[in-house]
Every structure is written in C-alpha cells, then in structure tokens.
C-alpha cells in the first residue's frame, strides 16, 4: 500500500493556475494507477484526470480537457495535477487516489476501483 498526502491547494481567480501534488509513501508507486478526483459543495465526486503506470497514458474528464494535465515522477513517487484557465466551477476539494497494483487496467476512470485515497486539498477559483 502507499500513503498519499495532497498539496498545492489555495485560493486564486479565475483564468488562474494550480499545481497540486500527491507525494507517496511507498516503495512500489510505479506499480499503481493513479488518479484525481475532486468534490464540489454539493455534489458527488467526480473523475478529473487519471494516468497509468508509467505515465504514458492518460485520461480526462470533459470539463477540464485542454486545461488540467496528469503526470508524475515515478523517482520522487509523485503524481501531478497542473490546472490551467482556471473557472470557478473548479471549486471542489481534490483527490489524489491510487488504484490496486493488481488491477488490469491500464488507465482507471471509475472511482470505485480506486482503494487508497489522499485526505484531500481545497481548490477555491473565485470570479
């Protein structure tokens, strides 16, 4: 297992950017899956961005396509979420989420197969 501990989060206006990092414990990181999601006051949590092993591969959701980018380092075991043309819509606290080592998948979009989770960091975009 890996311990995931978000950071990067804060207050910033929109059109504005964020770096969020998701550093690991673990001696194995490059075997996980890994992925962002992000709840809104109100609403469910939702898929933002996942990436695979080695980070070749990569998934979005819609609504930040073209501006949010996923990568990582597996020799600092961190995950990156690089928001761009930020709206206030992005308002939600994010989730850094590592998927089972065993899993097939290459990319993991559904966060019911994620089994290890972040404490979470706040994003506030104002208008």
């Known amino acids: 297992q890996v311990q995931l501990v978000e950071s990067g989060g804060g207050l910033v206006q929109a059109g504005g950017s964020l770096r969020l990092s998701c550093a690991t414990r673990g001696r194995t990181f490059s075997r996980y899956p890994m992925g962002w999601f992000r709840r809104a006051p109100g609403k469910e949590r939702e898929f933002v961005a996942a990436?695979?092993?080695?980070?070749?591969?990569?998934r979005y959701a819609d609504s930040v396509k073209g501006r949010f980018t996923i990568s990582r380092d597996n020799a600092k075991n961190t995950v990156y979420l690089e928001m761009n043309s930020l709206k206030p819509e992005d308002t939600a606290v994010y989730y850094c989420?590592?998927?089972?080592?065993?899993?097939?998948?290459?990319?993991?979009?559904?966060?019911?197969?994620?089994?290890?989770w972040g404490q979470g960091t706040q994003v506030t975009v104002s208008s």
């Open positions: 990436i695979s092993r080695s980070g070749t591969n990569t």
């Open positions: 989420a590592a998927a089972p080592a065993s899993i097939s998948s290459i990319v993991v979009v559904t966060s019911q197969l994620y089994d290890q």
